[in-house]
């Protein structure tokens, strides 16, 4: 009689009440559609994997922070940050909703400009501002922060060449007690840097000052830490009239604001975590309070924020290809996507489901993508119930970054689809094939056939 193989025995954690010290008891609903599309169908229609957008999303977050912020401080503008998601399609529903553009390249800045958005409603940020963007970004009126002494001069030198006067920001950096400073970017408003920037700016005699801006970081969670910027950049506003006559325009606090993802680093998931845009919104609006000018001189109030808004917008649509046992007895699902499409899996944990009813007792599992590199893991470790070849997975908020840091690596990039507020789907960017891939090689004569 042949003996059975050896499988290793499981053992499955269960939990009562809704929370304890491991976390919240594990449940997996099935999502079967999005805003009223059957994830089948745009799979049917689209090809996996798939990229989906929900507008309506997009619209509701875009609202929220608009209101939030507008309540406590009615001179507030949003700048969609380019660079955490550029699809044509994504940024012009921003700017219907009045958004402006917040851009980090001449490329971003080309891409805003294609979006049909006036030049002086972009502000161009990044550490990268060679003459020529600067000049056209000056001809067009737009809002310029410059990073560093060196681009200040050549500022002035593009300022002299078009005789204009040229009106710009600079950025600064500074410390919070609740996140480590940034200190690359812009000027240091700590140690006194920033001041001497003005000073050396105002000596140049070609530009004039009218704005501040300040990036603290990226998936801040601490609401308090925009209070501690937005105070020093007001006593830096007050500086700046006392001491000089400078009335500011703008004081721009840049994005960083976390989305409810959950970090891999984190106890609890984000959805617990995460404070409301009010939050933030009370926050930056206490630091300002410390402005001393008078309320018609008070500054516009510019937000970059990009996660927040678009994170849980984005899903990725995938399916099983096989299921593995791994040597350690773990369990492997495999899928048809992978971390050249979803950079965020290494720090993120999103949250992944079924499109389609499961049944059978969860245990811990790998998702792994299809790419040929160890690294491919989607998910390191969670509890899934059993998923068959060709089942259908929904990956949850992957809009932020992903379709602006992805690769094209191993397998082609998938299709791009949108959800309109209407409920219609439409293709937003084309899958690639090999002509994306091929069309930009040349191929040397003595390599022709």
């Known amino acids: 009689m042949s003996r059975k193989p050896y499988e290793k025995p499981m053992l499955v954690k269960h939990q009562l009440g809704m929370l304890n010290k491991y976390g919240s008891v594990p449940s997996v609903e099935p999502m079967l559609s999005i805003d009223g599309v059957a994830v089948a169908e745009l799979l049917e229609k689209y090809g996996s994997p798939l990229f989906v957008f929900s507008e309506q999303s997009i619209v509701d977050k875009t609202e929220e922070l608009n209101e939030?912020?507008?309540?406590?401080?009615?001179?507030?503008?949003?700048?969609?940050?380019?660079?955490?998601?550029?699809?044509?399609?994504?940024?012009?529903?921003?700017?219907?909703?009045?958004?402006?553009?917040?851009?980090?390249?001449?490329?971003?800045?080309?891409?805003?400009?294609?979006?049909?958005?006036?030049?002086?409603?972009?502000?161009?940020?990044?550490?990268?501002?060679?003459?020529?963007?600067?000049?056209?970004?000056?001809?067009?009126?737009?809002?310029?922060?410059?990073?560093?002494?060196?681009?200040?001069?050549?500022?002035?030198?593009?300022?002299?060449?078009?005789?204009?006067?040229?009106?710009?920001?600079?950025?600064?950096?500074?410390?919070?007690?609740?996140?480590?400073?940034?200190?690359?970017?812009?000027?240091?408003?700590?140690?006194?840097?920033?001041?001497?920037?003005?000073?050396?700016?105002?000596?140049?005699?070609?530009?004039?000052?009218?704005?501040?801006?300040?990036?603290?970081?990226?998936?801040?969670?601490?609401?308090?830490?925009?209070?501690e910027q937005t105070a020093k950049l007001s006593h830096f506003a007050n500086w700046l009239r006392e001491e000089h006559s400078i009335i500011l325009d703008y004081i721009d606090v840049g994005g960083g604001i976390a989305s409810c993802n959950t970090l891999h680093t984190q106890y609890l998931p984000g959805s617990q975590t995460t404070p409301p845009l009010s939050r933030f919104a009370e926050a930056v609006s206490s630091g300002l309070s410390e402005l001393t000018c008078q309320p018609d001189d008070y500054p516009t109030l510019f937000l970059e924020t990009g996660r927040a808004l678009i994170d849980d917008a984005g899903y990725i649509l995938t399916s099983v290809i096989a299921n593995k046992r791994l040597p350690d007895g773990q369990r492997s699902v495999v899928i048809d996507a992978g971390v050249n499409i979803l950079f965020t899996a290494f720090w993120y944990k999103h949250e992944i489901v079924p499109a389609q009813a499961v049944s059978g007792t969860p245990e811990q599992a790998i998702i792994h993508g299809p790419l040929c590199m160890n690294i491919d893991v989607i998910r390191p470790s969670l509890l899934f119930p059993p998923v068959e070849v060709g089942d259908k997975l929904v990956i949850k908020s992957v809009g932020a970054y992903n379709v602006t840091q992805w690769m094209q690596f191993i397998t082609y990039r998938p299709a791009v689809v949108m959800i309109s507020t209407s409920g219609d789907d439409a293709i937003i960017r084309r899958a690639e094939d090999l002509s994306t891939i091929t069309d930009m090689e040349e191929v040397p004569g003595w390599l022709q056939d």
């Open 68 to 227: 939030a912020f507008k309540l406590r401080y009615p001179k507030t503008t949003v700048a969609w940050s380019y660079k955490t998601n550029y699809l044509d399609a994504v940024c012009k529903v921003f700017h219907r909703e009045g958004s402006w553009a917040e851009v980090v390249s001449e490329f971003e800045y080309d891409k805003a400009i294609h979006n049909g958005v006036p030049g002086s409603r972009i502000i161009f940020n990044g550490p990268l501002k060679p003459a020529d963007a600067l000049e056209k970004a000056f001809r067009n009126k737009s809002i310029v922060n410059l990073d560093n002494f060196d681009e200040l001069q050549t500022a002035e030198e593009v300022a002299e060449k078009i005789g204009e006067d040229v009106s710009i920001g600079i950025r600064v950096n500074l410390g919070t007690s609740a996140t480590p400073p940034w200190g690359r970017f812009g000027f240091n408003l700590d140690n006194g840097q920033a001041r001497d920037a003005v000073r050396r700016l105002l000596a140049g005699g070609k530009l004039s000052l009218n704005g501040l801006h300040c990036h603290l970081g990226t998936f801040i969670q601490q609401p308090e830490a925009y209070q």
